[in-house]
């Protein structure tokens, strides 16, 4: 039921939270159903004078969806206008207004609402959040950059106005301090300081100048007009000492479409404003820092692709994290193309007083080399050094490896920042990954760049292109070619590089484990060793097991070396010598039978004490190879093998491991005495 103002008359009431007589000072709210008040504020309802003295509610409103008005909050009295004040100081949730009939009340602009639009009668009343802070922890009382700074304000509120407080300064100070005004808001007789406009959520910032202040510590009170939120902030104010900004370098060289760094150390103060280049360059930028961290530095970079071209709202400039660019201007006119190569000046001023100079050096770009490494597909190199320690100089890639290409280049670190832009053709650059061994008449297999994920390494002028191998093909070779081509703003002709991998199936061999013989494997501490073409780094477990009376398992993670080997210890229980075991790499299907032996083998291979055979194969092959235009080829081809193989088996003493009896010994030493007459000869 919506109840109209015919139906109302008004009475003065003393009721807990209710003013029957509302003093308009310019803190009230009027009462809106389905609207959002805050805690603190007074919300006037105005139901008409036909209803005084009747006695209404307020209550929780019942927000299971039955539209019922919920636990009694307070009673009130309406005045001879049929007016009261809701004070809302200890109320936070949804509520509504009851009459005396007990039916919920439509209010829209504090009056009852006839032909109502919210959903419901209710309103809720929320808290406001309040914190304040200034950017700079410390200021001076020198006219200039060095005594301003910003009381930033963050609150969940859309937009409130606020009173300043401040026990150590009087309200001709805030006032000057924050250029507010002074008035009575809340009708007691005092002025208090006002800011002149709203300050507006979720965060504000409110300008401040401590010129006048003489030196001390200072606690800022804020509060909006109309709750009982408060934030303080405390800033130092000192005397003004020597004031500086420096250029750590007095020439910064880079190339064109790169990104120059520049660092600047203040001394006295936290801002300083850094201007690059001159009229007569056509290009002269001014941009205004602040030390926000209170490191005593800023690090300014200037992206040279941008830089004057209305691209960017601060021109290119960027500061590290954790300090501020306050301003920034373009003195000359904006340029359309990005900035030639050549020298500009740079020049640092503090409170308009230049302190320091510098020179910028721009040079043309080029592109260098292209260079294949790999890394272990457990790697994630999501930065430069993450990267650089995990790959290893390689262009043969295992199978789901990550196949890296090293472009070393200049001139791209201004616009290169996604591999999306790899294949832009508006920046003028194309990098394409082809597979080539297809056989005849078949054409390439392209790789889209999005499959690549690029990392960029600014300082030292390459980048690379990581390309997870799952998507590729065993047994494919690979052509990667980055190109600048003439839609380039850097060059004038295509410039290009490449290279090529080759990528093979994952595999794990174990060394020595050839034919029927088994692996001799030293009792003790046990070594057993191999070769991958996994990536250096990769690891994967090496189990070494044995079954029956002298049960055991054993198992060590083996990882990858530089030049693709691997070798694992394993400490080994105290079996009988001659035990048989058995060596697995389960992840790669390898295995191969073993004996436990006493004694020390090379990683798996025969025991110290015996010599296996020694095969030595070298084969020289030359070919020549001359066509004349009338297409007559003639091909020479020699080829000499030379084979030679030494087979020793000694017998050692004690074990007796069969196979290697007097017999063997025997038969080695006639072979030795045939070879020594035959060398005689």
Request: charged fraction near 20%; avoid cysteine.
């Amino acid at each position: 039921m919506v109840v109209g103002p015919a139906a109302l008359a008004g009475a003065a009431s003393d009721a807990r939270g209710v003013q029957a007589q509302p003093a308009d000072d310019g803190t009230l709210e009027r009462l809106d159903s389905g609207e959002t008040f805050w805690q603190g504020q007074q919300l006037v309802v105005r139901a008409g004078e036909g209803n005084a003295s009747e006695t209404w509610q307020l209550r929780e409103w019942d927000e299971s969806g039955q539209g019922n008005a919920g636990a009694l909050v307070t009673e009130f009295l309406l005045n001879g206008s049929g007016a009261a004040t809701i004070q809302t100081s200890d109320l936070v949730g949804q509520y509504v207004v009851v009459n005396e009939n007990g039916t919920p009340v439509f209010f829209a602009n504090g009056t009852i609402a006839e032909t109502p639009t919210a959903n419901d009668p209710s309103f809720e009343i929320a808290s406001q959040s309040l914190n304040a802070s200034f950017s700079d922890e410390t200021v001076t009382t020198a006219s200039g950059d060095s005594s301003l700074t910003d009381l930033e304000l963050r609150s969940n509120r859309g937009q409130f106005r606020v009173v300043l407080r401040s026990d150590e300064l009087g309200a001709g100070q805030l006032t000057e301090i924050f250029a507010a005004n002074r008035t009575d808001i809340d009708g007691d007789g005092q002025q208090e300081v006002v800011l002149s406009r709203p300050v507006t959520g979720p965060r504000d910032a409110l300008d401040a100048n401590f010129s006048t202040v003489s030196p001390g510590e200072y606690e800022i009170v804020v509060s909006p007009v109309d709750t009982n939120v408060t934030a303080r902030a405390t800033i130092q104010v000192r005397e003004p000492g020597e004031q500086g900004a420096n250029l750590n370098q007095s020439v910064v060289v880079e190339q064109r479409g790169d990104v120059a760094t520049f660092s600047v150390q203040l001394n006295g103060t936290q801002t300083a404003t850094v201007t690059v280049g001159s009229q007569e360059k056509n290009y002269q930028a001014t941009v205004r820092v602040r030390d926000a961290d209170d490191d005593g530095q800023v690090t300014l970079r200037l992206n040279t692709f941008v830089a004057g071209r209305n691209i960017a709202p601060t021109g290119g400039f960027t500061v590290s994290e954790g300090d501020e660019i306050i301003d920034y201007n373009l003195d000359t006119q904006p340029l359309t193309t990005p900035l030639d190569a050549g020298e500009y000046g740079v020049r640092t001023l503090v409170d308009g007083t230049p302190t320091d100079v510098a020179n910028l050096i721009l040079n043309e770009p080029s592109l260098q080399s292209m260079t294949v490494w790999t890394a272990p597909d457990s790697a994630e190199p999501g930065s430069v050094s993450e990267l650089l320690g995990a790959v290893s100089r390689d262009d043969t890639i295992a199978r789901g490896d990550w196949a890296v290409v090293e472009v070393s280049g200049s001139g791209l670190y201004g616009y290169l920042q996604e591999s999306a832009n790899l294949t832009n053709r508006s920046l003028g650059l194309q990098a394409s990954i082809r597979r080539t061994n297809l056989g005849p008449n078949a054409e390439a297999q392209s790789i889209p760049a999005r499959n690549v994920t690029l990392v960029t390494d600014p300082q030292n002028n390459h980048f690379f292109m990581l390309l997870d191998t799952n998507g590729l093909e065993t047994d494919g070779r690979y052509n990667v070619t980055f190109t600048m081509t003439e839609e380039n703003p850097y060059v004038q002709q295509n410039q290009s590089v490449s290279a090529t991998f080759d990528v093979v199936d994952r595999q794990v061999t174990l060394q020595n484990a050839t034919g029927d013989q088994p692996l001799r494997v030293a009792l003790g501490r046990g070594t057993v060793s191999g070769n991958s073409t996994l990536a250096p780094g990769s690891t994967f477990d090496v189990r070494i097991e044995s079954s029956g009376s002298n049960a055991f398992l054993r198992t060590e993670e083996a990882t990858v070396n530089q030049n693709g080997s691997w070798t694992v210890n394993f400490d080994l229980p105290n079996v009988e010598n001659g035990t048989s075991a058995q060596v697995l790499v389960p992840n790669y299907n390898v295995s191969s039978d073993a004996l436990l032996v006493e004694g020390q083998f090379a990683a798996g291979g025969p025991a110290a004490n015996e010599t296996t055979t020694v095969e030595t194969t070298t084969t020289t092959t030359t070919t020549e190879e001359t066509t004349t235009t009338t297409e007559e080829t003639t091909t020479t081809t020699e080829e000499t093998t030379t084979t030679e193989e030494t087979t020793t088996t000694e017998e050692g003493g004690g074990g007796g491991i069969p196979g290697f009896g007097v017999g063997v010994a025997l038969v080695a030493l006639v072979v030795a005495a045939l070879l020594a007459i035959r060398r005689s000869q």
